[in-house]
């Protein structure tokens, strides 16, 4: 019985994906879904800017007012940008 049940439920799931996935797809044809917007470059330069001129994370984040966490991630991909180009350089100078 209880596996009947599980079975209805786990199809209605599914069922409710797919309308989900439908009306997303609809209203991204009618340009009214568009997703959060990036932050801009200028954002990321002036957070890069501030760490290394050794001002704190939480503190940069405070001035700035977004959050601690991107803050971080914003420096750990500028970070993973410059070991790229070290490394895209054959590292022979």
């Known amino acids: 019985m209880l596996t009947v049940l599980g079975g ?9 994906l797919e309308r989900q996935r439908e009306g997303v797809a609809k209203a991204k044809a009618a340009g009214k879904y568009k ?3 990036p932050l801009a470059a200028e954002l990321r330069q ?5 760490a ?3 001002l704190a994370k939480s503190k940069i984040a405070r001035q ?3 959050g601690e966490a ?3 991630r914003i420096l750990a991909s500028t970070k993973k940008a410059k070991e790229g180009d070290k490394i895209g350089s054959g590292g022979l100078d």
């Open 46 to 50: 002036e957070v890069v800017s501030l």
């Open 64 to 66: 700035l007012n977004i």
């Open 70 to 72: 991107t803050v971080y």
């Open 35 to 37: 997703g959060r917007t």
């Open 8 to 16: 209805v439920a786990q199809f209605e799931r599914e069922m409710m």
């Open 52 to 54: 290394e001129s050794g």
